[in-house]
Every structure is written in C-alpha cells, then in structure tokens.
C-alpha cells in the first residue's frame, strides 16, 4: 500500500520561507508531486520531483529523497495569495495518490 | 480553451435520489478522473478512465458509477444518495500515464446530500 504525512496546518509571517514536508511509505512511484488548492477553486499543479534532489520554479522550490523516503515544498518570499492548502503526491502506475493536505496561514 | 469544467457547481440532493455529474476536458487528454474532498481527508479517488469506453475503481469506488462514452466527457452518478456522500467533487485530466502526469482540475462540485 501506499500513505503519505504532511502536516495538517502550517503558520509563517508575509516576506519569510516555509517548509512543508511530506514523509511517504509506498512499494513504488514515478515521483513526488506538489499542487496548491485556494478554497473555492480548482487545485493546481506545482512542481514534480522525478528524481532525487532540488527542483526550483520562481519562489517554490521542491525537494526529493528516495533513500529517506521524503520530500517538502519550500516557499520563499511569502505574500499573502500564497494562503491555500498544499498537497503532496505520489505519481504511480496510472494514478495518483494524494496526501491529506497542508493548509497554510499567512500573518501580516 | 475552457480547460476543465464541471456541472453543475452546487446541488443539494434528498436521502435516496439520484443525479450525474458531467465533467468535459477540450485538451484532448486521454485520461480523466473523479475525487472527493472532505475535511482532513485530502483528495481521493473515487474512479478514473484511462481512455474512451474505459472505466477503473479507485479508492472510495462504492455508491458510486462512471462513464466514459466520449474522449472529452466524464460522468459520475450517484444511483442513491447518502448523506455520507456530501462532499466536494473534482473532475480531473491529464495526458496520460508515466513519470509526469500532470493533472488539470475542474472547479469542483459541492454536494449536499439531506
């Protein structure tokens, strides 16, 4: 089977980074991915790790380790639209697994 | 391109009706999916389609079918709504399988089941 843990809630100050991590237990995946859901809109996809290591795309960055069976999303320079719930994903087979959500609150 | 959209985007159903939910993709994508969102559970799968005239269970399949008559529509129906089924809908595409497998999302359907 597959499970995946993230966090339920995460709090930062507007400007700052965040780490959201993702710990996974799975017989086998293509890779890790990362969507972002506003309350009331369609989830959105972020970035995918295929392999070990750093992906980068403007403020978000994601991260990958098989051999510790983990993962986080990083996001810097804060702003306030980046309020919403994050998901991390497992791509396998025809599918994908999805965790149960990280919802991130922004203080001013 | 309208991308993914769902209808309808609210219904409030009564113990023991029926109804069916239409998602349409124009991306041309061959494979489709529908998840439910309730609090603290995430996003699961309730059955997929990995092409035209296919259809598979996911995780949470019961009280509900699919159909995938057209490449471009989806439908899920619920044959005897349950309160448990109250939820959040999404309908989702993507090109296929492999490594990526980008998925687009609808914008959801909210369910209410009395």
């Known amino acids: 089977g597959q499970s995946l843990e993230q966090p339920s809630e995460v709090t930062a100050v507007e400007g700052a980074i965040v780490q959201i991590n993702c710990t996974y237990q799975?017989?086998?995946?293509?890779?890790l991915s990362w969507y972002q859901h506003h309350d009331g809109g369609a989830p959105t996809f972020l970035s995918y790790n295929a392999l070990d290591g750093l992906e980068e795309t403007g403020r978000f960055s994601s991260f990958l380790s098989r051999s510790d069976s983990y993962g986080y999303l990083l996001l810097q320079e804060l702003q306030m639209k980046d309020s919403a719930s994050y998901f991390c994903?497992?791509?396998?087979?025809?599918?994908?697994?999805f965790g149960k959500g990280t919802r991130l609150h922004i203080l001013p | 391109n309208a991308g993914v959209t769902q209808t309808p985007k609210f219904r409030v159903l009564k113990t023991g009706q029926s109804m069916t939910l239409l998602c349409a993709q124009d991306m041309n994508h061959e494979y489709m999916y529908w998840y439910r969102q309730d609090p603290g559970m995430g996003l699961r799968l309730i059955h997929y389609s990995v092409g035209e005239g296919t259809t598979a269970k996911g995780e949470v399949p019961d009280g509900y079918n699919v159909s995938r008559l057209k490449k471009q529509n989806f439908l899920l129906g619920l044959e005897s709504a349950a309160p448990s089924q109250t939820s959040v809908y999404f309908c989702?595409?993507?090109?296929?399988?492999?490594?990526?497998?980008?998925?687009?999302f609808g914008p959801g359907t909210r369910l209410t089941v009395l």
């Open positions: 799975t017989s086998g995946f293509y890779g």
């Open positions: 989702a595409s993507s090109y296929g399988t492999g490594s990526y497998n980008e998925q687009f």
């Open positions: 994903a497992l791509n396998r087979d025809d599918k994908i697994i």
